[in-house]
Every structure is written in C-alpha cells, then in structure tokens.
C-alpha cells in the first residue's frame, strides 16, 4: 500500500508546489491505515521521539514528541481529518505527560489539511522557508561582519539564549534550565569544527550574531524529505540585541551568510522561523524566503481533539 500512496503523493505535492521533494517513505513506526467515506484508503506511521531535559533539542521541542507522518496519496489535504481522529484515540489509550506534544509536518500550500489541523487544535508553530537562486549583491550598511571566533563565545551565548528567551515567547522554543550551558557547548562545537558563526558589529561592539553551513539532500539523508536534491545552505540562528533590532544588522548578517553558504554549488537556502513572531516572517520575506512545510504543533499530546 504505500508504494502506491508515496507515487500518488509525490504528484500531488509537485502540483502543490514546484520546490516540494519527491514524497520519501516514512520512518518505523505504528500503522494507521483509514477509509475516507468513498471508500479510498489513506495511511500514516505514528512515532514517537524522547528528548532529554539537558538537549539541543529539549530547547525547540517538548521532551515527549508523538509525530503524525500522513500518506494521504492523491487524496485532498481534507482527508487528513480522518487520520486526526484515528490518532486521537490511540493517544487518549497512552496518556502523554505534560511536556509532550502532537507534530505534523505538511505542505505550506495545501490549505485544506490547514483547515482539519485547525479544527483539531493545531497551531502552525514553525515554517521551514526556502530561497533559490544565487546570493544578492552586497547592500551597503554600516554594520561590519566577520567570523567568529573562540575569543567571541561568551557574546555568542548571551546573544543565542537571547533568541531562544524571544523564540519561547512567540513559538516552539522552550527555555529550559540549562539553556545557556547547552547553547555554550553546541557554539564550542561550531567554533572547533570551523562551522561558519559570523559576528556583526557596529563600532567595534558585538551586536548580533548567525550560524549555519552546508548540506546536501541525497537520497537517506534528512535533507532530502524537506528539500530538492542538491546541496544547500541551511540558516540556523540569527540573532540581533534588542537594541539593533531594526537597524540593517539582521539584513548585514543575513547577506555574509548567504555570500558563503551559496558557494560551491548550492542551489538555494533554507531555514526555520516562526510564524507568531511579529518580526521573523517579513524579515525572512524580505531576503527572498517564503514558507515551504509548515510544523504544526499541540502541546500537550492530550489536548488533540
């Protein structure tokens, strides 16, 4: 059955949207399999993900994620409704604690699974955007950017829980305890391993900072049920101090980035940002994004309805 579904799929998402992926299989997990009322059949795989307190991924996340991974074939976005139901039952038998929460990762565009996953309670909690072509000329500013380096970890700390403190306020992030201490050893690692981190100033004083680099999307790889294959520059912090907010630094780090990361090859950019937030979605807009997946989200798995 799934074959059939992956193949119907992958059609309808290249006519939902030319830069979606072939549809991939999904990962282990338990069956869900449903008849819409015309008597097609549509199918998911339930997972399940534990994350340690202490985490990287503990700060963008519930520690307890249930993910819903919908095979709806050629079926309309509306038949994920079905699924939904299916899936509230068997989480009304597990019983999720508090910090845990329901994910569904799906089509921008299809605005008729939005409509079901409205109506059971989800919210659109975090866009996956993306922008192709070459990197823009560069824009005059005021601002100068550079790369990190050790010497720059503390203000790169200060600045990245500074992201993950807004983030939680407006989105998916979760300020845990050992905020700081995980955002400082995953900064160490980038730092060591010469991943790009780069530092914008303006008069000599640290005013923002970004991450990222490089990566492909092959066949197995993540990368590949998220974007075209090809190699791709992947955005995964941009931060600016509250006081620069507004002032050309985040378009200055957005630039350096986009200069190194769209080297070598890659055919285009993309990153995360959340939709509630009243500042990401016409920044990223403006530096040529726009929404790809949409990362809807239920927290606490219980409240699926």
């Given at each position: 059955?799934?074959?059939?579904?992956?193949?119907?799929?992958?059609?309808r998402?290249?006519?939902?949207?030319?830069l979606?992926?072939?549809?991939v299989a999904?990962?282990?997990?338990?069956?869900?399999?449903a008849?819409?009322?015309?008597?097609?059949?549509?199918?998911a795989?339930?997972?399940?993900?534990?994350h340690g307190?202490?985490?990287a991924?503990a700060?963008?996340?519930?520690?307890?994620?249930?993910?819903?991974?919908?095979?709806?074939?050629?079926?309309?976005?509306?038949?994920?409704?079905?699924l939904?139901?299916?899936?509230?039952?068997?989480?009304?038998?597990?019983?999720p604690?508090?910090d845990?929460s329901?994910?569904?990762?799906?089509p921008?565009?299809?605005?008729?699974?939005a409509?079901?996953?409205?109506?059971?309670?989800?919210?659109p909690?975090?866009?996956?955007?993306?922008r192709?072509g070459p990197?823009p000329?560069?824009?005059?500013s005021?601002?100068?950017?550079?790369?990190?380096?050790?010497?720059?970890?503390?203000?790169?700390?200060?600045?990245?829980v500074?992201?993950?403190?807004?983030?939680?306020?407006?989105?998916?992030?979760?300020l845990?305890?050992r905020?700081?201490a995980?955002?400082?050893?995953?900064?160490?690692?980038?730092l060591?391993?010469?991943?790009?981190?780069?530092?914008?100033?303006?008069?000599?004083?640290?005013?923002?900072?970004?991450?990222?680099?490089?990566?492909?999307?092959?066949?197995?790889?993540?990368?590949?049920?998220?974007?075209?294959?090809g190699?791709?520059g992947y955005?995964?912090?941009?931060?600016?101090?509250?006081?620069?907010?507004?002032?050309?630094?985040?378009r200055?780090?957005?630039?350096?980035?986009?200069?190194?990361l769209l080297?070598?090859g890659?055919?285009?950019?993309?990153l995360?940002?959340?939709?509630?937030?009243?500042?990401?979605?016409?920044?990223?807009?403006?530096?040529?994004?726009?929404?790809?997946?949409?990362?809807?989200?239920?927290?606490?798995?219980t409240?699926?309805?």
């Amino acid at each position: 059955m799934t074959g059939p579904l992956l193949a119907a799929q992958s059609t309808r998402f290249a006519g939902l949207d030319p830069l979606l992926p072939a549809a991939v299989a999904p990962p282990d997990g338990e069956a869900l399999v449903a008849a819409l009322p015309d008597g097609e059949r549509v199918a998911a795989v339930l997972t399940r993900t534990e994350h340690g307190p202490g985490t990287a991924p503990a700060l963008w996340s519930a520690l307890d994620v249930r993910e819903l991974h919908p095979l709806l074939g050629a079926a309309p976005g509306a038949a994920l409704d079905v699924l939904l139901r299916r899936w509230a039952a068997v989480l009304a038998r597990a019983a999720p604690g508090p910090d845990s929460s329901c994910v569904v990762t799906w089509p921008s565009r299809d605005v008729s699974a939005a409509e079901a996953l409205l109506a059971h309670g989800f919210v659109p909690l975090s866009v996956l955007a993306v922008r192709v072509g070459p990197a823009p000329g560069a824009r005059p500013s005021a601002v100068t950017v550079r790369r990190a380096s050790a010497a720059d970890l503390d203000f790169l700390v200060d600045s990245a829980v500074a992201e993950v403190e807004y983030s939680s306020r407006v989105g998916g992030a979760v300020l845990r305890p050992r905020t700081r201490a995980v955002k400082r050893a995953a900064l160490r690692v980038h730092l060591a391993q010469e991943d790009p981190v780069w530092l914008a100033e303006r008069g000599g004083e640290p005013v923002g900072h970004a991450e990222g680099w490089q990566t492909v999307s092959a066949p197995g790889s993540w990368a590949e049920t998220r974007v075209r294959h090809g190699r791709w520059g992947y955005l995964n912090c941009l931060s600016v101090v509250p006081s620069a907010r507004g002032t050309g630094v985040g378009r200055a780090l957005a630039d350096a980035a986009h200069a190194d990361l769209l080297s070598g090859g890659a055919v285009g950019m993309f990153l995360y940002y959340n939709p509630p937030n009243p500042l990401s979605p016409v920044f990223w807009a403006r530096q040529g994004y726009r929404p790809l997946w949409t990362v809807w989200e239920l927290r606490p798995a219980t409240a699926l309805r």
